[in-house]
């Protein structure tokens, strides 16, 4: 059978950019499982090449990706809340959708907690991954429907 | 920075013995998969191919199944000749009844797990109450032998065991009869690899028809009788036999079926058998029922029916399509022993994909796939469109990929559809003709089918997106989160992530093994002998490992050990690169040498000021204050030194001589294995004259030690930079820690921020 796509993993990977102070995100999720939230959202079914770039539809669906990822993606730093700066999305042929976002205004780079709640209403057994680099060293944290958070500390 | 390498008088050969340290890996990554694997026998030897007493049981059927269109139900009736060739008295025979996973009692469905989460949408409780509603499941209305005596039997969910009167001896055959019915499931409803598609505004259907009568299982010397449930993930295990069935259908209905039509007068208008013969002749598409004709045929309901008549040889299984809205096209593909009719079957709303790709899709993956493995043995190929799915069967498939209303389709759509006909029509090979155990091993057919695939796109179109098959494919599943990733020798019920475990990673492994490990000529050399070995047989993993070791004659232990019963990833670490040259011990050499380093050591500011700011000092002002060590030159070179050097060389051989003459570079690499997959250092070398080198080092490397590595390269010149595995080949999880000098690799939030700067 060639039809075996319960992908339920999104994978971020974050690095933080000193100079600018700000954490830079970019979040690959399944292009498919995507539109059906879009299409849950819009009543109708969404195929996302199909919107070209000035349309109504192109900015509807821009403005859906930015409030979702804001809502369910969340970085804070030493305890303080971060600002939300969405940049875009880019679609592979490979079916992987990502979406490019970045948090600025960090308190302590080596401490990051991250909020990640996205896909979880398609299923309950999506999982997030999450990869932080922060001077040359990565950690990484699996979130989950269960497991909505997770702090990632450098010393 | 360069040092030297000091060669004492007299050469000893270094030999440092390496600690017997316990490795973080365990078992070795070395260690042979002798305790993994099956002990080879007489069944299957050790060479990994069918033993001098192998045997497999034959399964031949004689089937009358009509459709019934007005209430979308199958009735059937079956003689089934089955014939022991096995040393074993048979008491029981086993035979499998897919469709009573559709009963809501069912092992499968009562497993299922749910939250309400998951159901709240309209979607997924309108599926669970069709599921709920929906009276799936065989009816069984006669079961004897073939003198019509009943037998007695237990179904056991998805399984029937008949009881024998009489054991069945090795060599002999026992005929069942077996009557049956069965209501057929609306795919969009309640999903399925069979069952109907249902066009709403016409009322018409389209029924792709498969797991639709009583199959007798697999017995074997691996599993006994392969009887586990179906569970809905595990697929298929199915002996070989003849097939001789009739459908009757209604009149105005095409039918596509495993096999060759036997009785094309009494179903084909003459037209129709005309453009068969000439699309046999042709290598392009040619229309045996064309859209027009499929446009009218669709606006009537035929009230009378038909009676197809199909035939196949030496196949695991039966599966047909039928509809009044097909259109139908075939050309014939052209092989040294046959002509194979390549074929499809589609509705109008496939269109224009489905004329344009299909049937050469079909020509073009039953050539590629048979350059690799064995000429396709069988007489017809068929790809049948209904909406969303991709299932193999013998000689037929059933493929999604359809545009939108209007015709138009997005690029993904066009490179799904296509990715699916070719991996479909490529399960012909395996496992409907290389028949491993899908029950078991669901990798054995899908890993093997995804790899030939990949190589089949690849040929298709330049560039073609393949989604698996490359290695740095795989990186982000195999980095992921551990707990998430079951080794690829898994049950196929018990996988995680089960795309990538059992399509993604075995077809990467092989691809690899194919550029990296074995190399191509090597590799497609094993890999044809295992497809013929065990073409019409049935393979376990055991036999397809031995045999790629036993054909190639490269060690793969270590490979199969790593890929399939871990799950390690890869991550090796170029840590350090040290250069030295050979001290000459001359001091004219060495000391100017030494002249060049301290010159390019950083001085402090003050020495730096003063040699401008101080004109002169007392000891310059007044030479008396001069003796033997003032103003010393330390890079002169004294008598002393001379003579020492001279004594020296007097003191060594010839070959001595000519080691200490030597201008060469030498390079220490040190390796860390981060990662746990043990493989081959792939090393492109850039020098100081822009010539590169490309070094490739196998990976037993790592035997003695397979965590970390060193290793001296000894070149003309200085080099560069060392990139290891430069060509992406072995699904390296972080390329930064490959790079010497080190390199800042952009992220994809860089590289998607410069592209989106106005």
Known sequence: MATTHRYAITIAEMAYDAPKNRIEVSLKVAAHDFEQLLAQVLHRPVHLEEQPDSSKAEHLISTYCEKYLSTHFKLSSGGFPTRFHYLGRELTPHESLYFYFSFSGIHNPKQVTVFSDVMTSLSRDQQNRIHYTYGGVTKSATLSAAQNKATLSFD | MIRKIVIAAAVTGLCTAQPTAQ????????????????????????????????????????????????????????????????????????????????????????????????????????????????????????????????????????????????????????????????????????????????????????????????????????????????????????????????????????????????????????????????????????????????????????????????????????????????????????????????????????????????????AHTLKTYSKFTFDYPYPVAISVHTKRIGMEYPMICFNGGRPNSDGTYSERVKYWMQTVIIHEVGHNYFPMIVNSDERQWTWMDEGLNTFLQYLTEQEWERGYPSMRGPAHLIVDYMKGDKSTIAPIMTNSESILQFGNNAYGKPATALNILRETILGRELFDFAFKTYAQRWMFKHPTPADFFRTMEDASGIDLDWFWRGWFFTNDHCDIALNAVKWFQINTRDPSTEKAFQQQIDERQPKNISELRNRTAIEQTANEANPLLDDRYTGKDPYAVTEAE???????????????????????????????????????????????????????????????????????????????????????????????????????????????????RP
């Open chain 2, 23 to 362: 490795y973080r890996h365990t078992p070795h990554p070395f260690k042979q998969l002798k305790q993994e694997l099956a002990t080879p026998n007489a069944y299957r030897n050790a060479a990994g191919a069918p033993g001098h007493r192998y045997y497999q049981q034959q399964a031949d059927y004689v089937m009358r199944i009509a459709l019934d269109d007005e209430r979308q139900r199958i009735s059937g009736s079956a003689s089934i000749v089955y014939t022991n060739r096995s040393p074993d008295p048979l008491t029981y025979l086993w035979l499998q009844l897919d469709q009573n996973i559709r009963r809501p009692s069912s092992e499968a469905q009562l497993t299922a797990t749910s939250t309400i989460d998951e159901l709240s949408t309209p979607r997924a409780l309108k599926r669970t109450f069709s599921a709920l509603r929906f009276e799936g499941g065989f009816a069984l209305t006669k079961v004897t032998d073939g003198n019509d005596q009943p037998l007695h039997y237990a179904v056991v969910g998805t399984m029937m065991r008949i009881d024998l009167p009489q054991p069945l001896r090795e060599g002999a055959a026992y005929t069942l009869q077996i009557d049956w019915e069965y209501a057929i499931n609306d795919r969009s409803a309640i999903g399925g690899r069979s069952g109907y598609e249902y066009f709403e505004e016409e009322d018409n259907y389209i029924y792709t028809i498969a797991q639709f009568f009583p199959r007798m299982c697999v017995y074997n010397d691996v599993e006994g009788w392969q009887n586990k449930a179906f569970l809905g993930d595990g697929e298929f295990a199915l002996p070989f036999g003849n097939y001789k069935v009739q459908i009757t259908v209604p009149s105005d209905h095409v039918v596509a079926a495993t096999g060759e039509l036997t009785n094309a007068r009494q179903v084909l208008t003459p037209t129709q058998r005309e453009r068969w013969e000439t699309a046999r002749q042709s290598d392009q598409p040619v229309f045996i029922v064309t859209a027009e004709e499929a446009a009218a045929n669709e606006q009537q309901k035929a009230t009378d029916t038909k009676t197809w008549e199909f035939e196949a040889q030496n196949v695991r299984d039966f599966a047909f399509a039928c509809s009044r809205k097909f259109i139908w096209d075939a050309q014939g593909v052209d092989q040294s022993d046959n002509t194979i009719m390549a074929m499809s079957f589609y509705p109008k709303e496939g269109n224009p994909l489905w004329e344009r790709y299909s049937t050469r899709l079909v």
């Open chain 2, 642 to 756: 001379k003579a020492a050097y001279s004594d020296l060389k007097a003191s060594l051989s010839e070959e001595e001589l000519q080691l200490l003459e030597d201008r060469h570079h030498f390079y220490q690499m040190d390796f860390t294995n981060e990662g746990g997959l043990v493989m081959p250092l792939i090393l492109n070398i850039t020098f100081a004259d822009e010539s590169d080198t490309l070094i490739r080092i196998p990976a037993e490397i790592w035997r003695r030690n397979p965590e970390r590595v060193s290793k001296v390269f000894i070149f003309q010149q200085p080099v560069d930079s060392v990139a290891l595995d430069p060509f992406l080949e072995t699904a390296d999880c972080d390329m930064r820690n490959n790079y010497w000098p080190r390199r800042t690799i952009p992220s994809r939030f860089d590289l998607f921020e410069e592209r989106s």
